[in-house]
Nanobody
Framework: VQLQASGGGLVQAGGSLRLSCASS????????MGWFRQAPGKEREFVAS????????NYRASVKGRFTISRDNTKNSVYLQMNSLNSEDTAVYYC???????????????????WGQGTQVTVSS
């Protein structure tokens, strides 16, 4: 599974961005997927996850209500809509997938098996 994230960029505080992640190599329609982020000097942290059919999602507390994860299995893609961005959201965002199809307890990097290359999101205040 190869994951390619895109959609990052520079945005003003309060603005929005939509990240996309496309999978190639084999379909990921049966895999749970997620987004992590890593700011300079910090560890990679969980942002959001979605189970295989999109029925279940999970978010870190600081993005709940502002970010929305979704997926389109017909396009082998997962998305992260980010609204009301602030400077604390500045980071490299990574798309990820796991062999399992559920997201219960899947909030650490060790729970995921495939990673994309990351896309930079910079929020200016």
């Amino acid at each position: 599974v190869q994951l390619q994230a895109s959609g990052g960029g520079l945005v003003q505080a309060g603005g929005s961005l939509r990240l996309s992640c496309a999978s190639s190599g084999r379909p990921v329609s049966s895999n749970a997927m997620g987004w992590f982020r890593q700011a300079p000097g910090k560890e990679r942290e969980f942002v959001a996850s979605i189970n295989w059919n999109g029925a279940t999602t999970n978010y870190r507390a600081s993005v709940k209500g502002r970010f929305t994860i979704s997926r389109d299995n017909t396009k082998n893609s997962v998305y992260l809509q980010m609204n009301s961005l602030n400077s604390e959201d500045t980071a490299v965002y990574y798309c990820t997938a796991r062999r399992g199809n559920h997201i219960v307890g899947a909030t650490t990097t060790q729970m995921y098996d495939y990673w994309g290359q990351g896309t930079q999101v910079t929020v200016s205040s």
